[in-house]
């Protein structure tokens, strides 16, 4: 994943707040810190392949 | 406030009674990387969380680690259930049954009950997300063991589910922690 790439972050409460345009990591990551890439949201399973699977994100499955 | 479904997240349906690997589950129930370690430690640790995307995050998230109580109850129970007592001693499961009979107690493998000692809730939210993903990787990595252990399909299919949603909660919390750095430090991005 390129660190460049650019997620959209849905805020507040149950989504329903201003999305925001984040970097997926910091530009600038500092020491001492742990970092998770903001995930960037492509295709989704079916309905009956996500319960069977336990997500409907395919990049989630690990 | 909560509403209530009446069906388990994921359904559940063993057909074949195996008492060791309830007792092997049971750890989820009421161990120190289970369910309702989990479940407690989010939904007391929202209060204190500085953002509403966080304080959203830990409550979905203890909501539904209550939703895999639920299903690790279940489990325990179908794996339990009408085993006769001297079969529960034949496979060593007998202290269990003498003091709980086949009912499910909070307590892991080992019969030590459920503690609140095996959590923490800190003002501090980034003490608190740290301890969330260390919280995921060892519940993810106890459904690793349990699935090494079962050869039952309808054993194995639950458990590779509420393992999934580990790694879920992974990724989600270190979301958190990055809006919660950010919103805190108020540095150039949000
Ligand atoms: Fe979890």
């Not at chain 1, 600038?28 to 409907?56: D, H, M, W």
Request: charged share 25%; with cysteine.
């Amino acid at each position: 994943m390129d660190n460049l790439n650019i997620a959209t972050v849905y805020t507040g409460n149950n989504c329903t707040g201003e999305p925001i345009m984040i970097p997926v990591m910091p530009v600038r990551p500092e020491l001492a810190r742990a970092y998770v890439p903001y995930q960037l949201y492509n295709k989704i399973f079916s309905a009956q392949e996500s319960l069977k699977k336990g997500t409907v994100f395919p990049e989630l499955v690990k | 406030m909560w509403f209530y479904d009446k069906k388990t997240q994921y359904p559940i349906k063993i057909k074949k009674p195996d008492p060791r690997m309830a007792i092997a589950i049971l750890t989820q129930y009421g161990g120190p990387n289970g369910e309702l370690a989990a479940s407690l430690r989010y939904l007391s640790q929202r209060f204190s969380m500085p953002t509403k995307e966080a304080k959203a995050t830990l409550n979905d998230i203890g909501t539904e680690e209550l939703a895999h109580l639920e299903m690790i109850g279940t489990m325990v129970h179908q794996l339990m259930d009408k085993v006769p007592p001297k079969e529960l001693e034949k496979l060593h499961v007998d202290t269990n049954y003498v003091i709980h009979g086949r009912a499910v107690y909070p307590s892991d493998s080992n019969g030590v009950p459920f503690t609140a000692a095996y959590i923490e809730s800190m003002e501090d939210p980034i003490a608190n997300l740290n301890e969330d993903l260390a919280a995921e990787e060892k519940a993810r990595a106890t459904y690793d063991y349990l699935i090494s252990i079962a050869d039952d399909p309808d054993v194995i299919d639950p458990l590779r589910f509420l393992r999934e949603r580990e790694v879920v909660h992974y990724q989600r919390f270190g979301e958190t922690l990055r809006i919660v750095r950010e919103t805190m430090g108020k540095k150039k991005y949000y």
